[in-house]
């Protein structure tokens, strides 16, 4: 009798479905929220998410928090891109979390013209519902325009008051220096003759030079203002009974207005022998840009053999610089190739290879030194980009190989000094016989420790980076260099 009422007991057991005992979505789905944002654990949390996606694969969330965890966490975007448009499909109540992650996204992959495309469709749907989108669309509309290089839609849809309009109003930019003069022709060993020329900003469609002054305490000092090779320089003179002056003062006013430069370059071309630009396109300097390396172009031409036009052929080059180059210390090597196989370098190795990799497909292209404030307080630091030229418009057109942003998109409070030479010396002979130095190369030897004032104003007066000038009192930084350490030694 005992027997049989245990059977009885067991019996009923066996006939409950298995499904009560198992977890539901919505228990998997917070038990993953709990890991990821309690107990930072995202690889647990994404095996929890999809156990909840793939038993409630109809509601939003669930897709959601997959691709979530993937782009934020995992830095996966390209494996969470699915699930987030999924999600944004499944979002019936025009939630903004789906809209934002799938745009991010999108702009993760450097999917930019898809993200603005994104971007408006998210508000149309957003008003269809009586809904007002936040201000977040417009200011990432107006980045990712940035982005773009296409800087005259990005004004077109930065809010007042963002951070892309910030940037884009036309600015005025001083620079007040005290260049010591004598201890850089000596340790250069160009202190001989009586006339140097000093680059200047130069005008560009970006750019106008407002007043440029050069003062000293030699009162027979001459200047005159001199344009020659797509850059302007100051040419002074003294007696040849007098010494060079310890120091000169420089000052500049400079109007810098990026709106004025559009999106990529519409028409690149290559250059050919008797192009009044050719040299920029063809110039080797015995060797460094590995021009007549026949691996440095074949790698060259297999990186960028699915461009169908040149102007795409430049952009696969450049993103193949920034995916597989890092800012670091400075390797040794005798080219470009040398350099871009070991992998790290600053910023004048990442513009020396961008110029072999561009010349390769002999693109006109020349390095650029300027100065900038990077950081906020703002110290005024040497730096060096490209100008890529545009025939199209018969211009050229700035571009930061280390920037993850396009063609013609730079720090707005930069200012180029100069476009060099096609071999990109610090100092030239010229053939006069007067030595054309570039300025910024002097900053980069020292004087710019405790002797530079460099101040940004929008228009209408606001304060858009604060002026730096250190006292002479204090430690020169950390970010001068040693003499000759900024570059290439110039020619002597």
């Known amino acids: ?204 469609p970006y750019q106008k030079l407002i007043s440029a002054e050069l003062t000293s305490d030699l009162a027979n000092l001459k200047t005159t203002r001199i344009a020659k090779r797509g850059n302007q320089f100051f040419e002074i003179e003294k007696s040849q009974s007098e010494e060079w002056p310890e120091t000169i003062q420089l000052k500049f006013k400079v109007e810098q207005n990026l709106k004025s430069m559009t999106s990529r370059p519409a028409k690149l071309k290559a250059a050919r022998a008797g192009d009044e630009n050719y040299a920029w396109a063809s110039e080797n300097r015995d060797g460094l840009f590995a021009l007549e390396d026949p691996e440095f172009i074949a790698k060259v031409n297999q990186i960028t053999a699915n461009g169908r036009t040149l102007g795409e052929k430049a952009d696969l080059a450049l993103s193949y610089l920034r995916s597989h180059y890092t800012y670091g210390e400075r390797v040794s090597g005798d080219s470009v190739k040398e350099w871009l196989d070991q992998g790290t370098g600053d910023c004048g190795y990442f513009t020396y290879i961008a110029i072999g990799m561009l010349r390769a497909l002999k693109i006109p292209v020349r390095g650029l030194y300027g100065i900038g404030p990077w950081a906020d307080p703002a110290p005024a630091l040497p730096h060096s980009i490209l100008e890529i030229y545009d025939a199209s418009k018969n211009q050229w057109f700035p571009h930061d190989p280390q920037s993850e942003q396009l063609f013609g998109v730079i720090n707005t409070s930069y200012i180029p000094f100069t476009a060099g030479n096609p071999k990109q010396d610090a100092a030239v002979l010229s053939e006069d016989g007067v030595w054309e130095i570039d300025s910024v190369w002097f900053f980069w030897n020292g004087s710019g420790s405790d002797t530079i004032s460099f101040g940004v104003q929008n228009t209408g007066n606001r304060i858009a980076s604060r002026s730096l000038k250190l006292e002479s009192t204090k430690k020169a930084p950390d970010y001068i260099k040693k003499v000759q350490s900024g570059g290439p030694p110039p020619t002597k």
């Open 1 to 204: 009798m005992i027997r049989k009422q245990i059977l009885l007991f067991i019996f009923p057991l066996l006939l409950i479905p298995a499904t009560v005992f198992s977890q539901s979505g919505a228990e998997f789905y917070n038990q993953g929220i709990d890991l990821l944002y309690n107990k930072n654990k995202p690889k647990e949390a994404l095996d929890l998410f999809y156990k909840a996606n793939s038993l409630e694969p109809n509601v939003w969330s669930r897709p959601f928090m997959v691709g979530y965890t993937l782009k934020s966490y995992l830095q996966n975007p390209e494996a969470a891109l699915p699930y987030l448009e999924k999600s944004w499909d499944l979002n019936s109540e025009a939630d903004e979390l789906p809209f934002k992650e799938t745009i991010v996204c999108l702009e993760n992959l450097r999917k930019l013209d898809e993200a603005i495309s994104r971007n408006l469709k998210a508000q149309a749907n957003l008003r269809s519902l009586n809904k007002i989108p936040s201000t977040w669309f417009t200011e990432n509309l107006a980045w990712l325009y940035f982005s773009k290089g296409d800087t005259n839609k990005a004004l077109q849809y930065a809010p007042e008051g963002s951070w892309i309009r910030d940037q884009l109003s036309p600015k005025i930019i001083s620079i007040d220096w005290n260049v010591q003069l004598t201890k850089l022709l000596s340790s250069w060993n160009i202190k001989d003759g009586n006339k140097l020329r000093l680059t200047i900003p130069i005008d560009r």
